[in-house]
């Protein structure tokens, strides 16, 4: 019996229980995936532009008209949207309780016209179109004094998800997610007690090391945190500093679109075709000091419904240890 270890994530100082004694894979039966809308039925497909709310933004031929086919990105507003964008906050407190209106952004990007491609079989200027109409985004919701927080999430093949048409969400919201808000913290406190950025050094470590490594473009580096909460889980870091992912150059877009098709490559593999959720984390809106935050991509596959101890304790039990997690992906990816 492999006796476990604790890790301790240095930037949130989360422990994680490494426990490769428990199954090696997780989740023994997967939910069937939901059939989806077919094609004929699919809002976002070409062709269906009027059935989505109004667009927002395109990618679009010279000359075509705006919810009109002829686009290769597309954003639209979210039909049923969590956050609202209309209307002022409204802060109230009922004694020590508070509350606020849900406003926000909630906008849909609709990745490629085409209804069956999967993200490994994007074209890698397709990935950097996405990217780049999802740095479009944050810069414009940032323009808005409400909003706190830009996040970008993609979420695939989850149960219960209605829309098999490659797309993710946009989502502005008042306040500061609390995995953000978590994130920042350790920023801070690690900062303040080293005057470094934990994730450069993370990137640095990560470098020498080697062992967790899944790969690398000459600016953007892909690998499994120490900690990782979860088997497989993987980050794409920029390799120089960079708080805001609005700010980031065309050059580092290119080198992410580049790693993230070779990692998703790798995660279809090994894992085959398994859902994963997809989040862009970038620094909060508002007074920022730029040292505080460094901007990354955190891939999960097969995520898990939290069971068991994980439920009730919060604390988060690991069968994966990130080495063996790399080391496989590694071998996928070549
Ligand atoms: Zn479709
Ligand atoms: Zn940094
Ligand atoms: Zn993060």
Excluded at 19 to 30: E, K, T, V
Excluded at 118 to 123: F, N, T
Excluded at 293 to 309: C, I, K, N, R, S
Aim: charge should be neutral.
């Amino acid at each position: 019996m492999i006796q476990p270890r604790l890790r301790k994530d240095p930037i949130t100082q989360r422990w994680v229980v490494m426990s490769p004694d428990r199954a090696d894979l997780p989740s023994p039966g997967l939910p069937p995936r939901p059939a989806g809308l077919p094609a004929e039925a699919c809002p976002f497909c070409p062709g269906h532009e009027t059935q989505t709310g109004p667009e927002i933004h395109a990618e679009r031929e010279a000359g075509t008209p705006p919810n009109a086919a002829g686009w290769s990105v597309r954003v639209v507003a979210d039909r049923y949207p969590i956050f609202r964008i209309e209307g002022g906050l409204e802060k109230s407190a009922e004694g020590m309780y508070d509350s606020m209106n849900a406003v926000g952004a909630h906008e849909i990007l609709v990745e490629t016209p085409d209804h069956q491609r999967h993200w490994a079989d994007l074209e890698v200027a397709q990935l950097e179109r996405i990217l780049r109409v999802s740095q479009q985004r944050s810069r414009d919701l940032r323009n808005d004094a409400r909003f706190r927080h830009v996040i970008w999430v993609k979420n695939y093949g989850l149960p219960g998800s209605v829309f098999h048409h490659p797309h993710s969400h946009v989502m502005a919201s008042a306040f500061v997610p609390r995995a953000i808000e978590e994130e920042l913290k350790g920023f801070r406190d690690y900062a303040r007690w080293k005057e470094r950025c934990v994730l450069c050094d993370i990137v640095k470590q990560e470098q020498r090391d080697g062992r967790r490594l899944l790969g690398r473009e000459e600016r953007v580096l892909a690998f499994t945190p120490f900690a990782s909460c979860f088997p497989y889980e993987f980050w794409l870091v920029p390799v120089s500093h960079g708080h805001d992912f609005g700010a980031t150059s065309p050059a580092v877009l290119r080198d992410l679109a580049r790693l993230l098709q070779r990692s998703l490559r790798g995660v279809q593999r090994l894992l085959q075709d398994p859902p994963f959720t997809l989040a862009l984390h970038s620094c909060p809106l508002g007074d920022f000091s730029p040292d505080e935050y460094h901007w990354h991509v955190e891939v999960v596959p097969q995520p898990p419904h939290l069971l068991g101890p994980e439920r009730g304790t919060g604390i988060l039990i690991n069968p994966v240890p990130p080495e063996s997690a790399a080391e496989r992906y590694r071998d996928a990816m070549a």
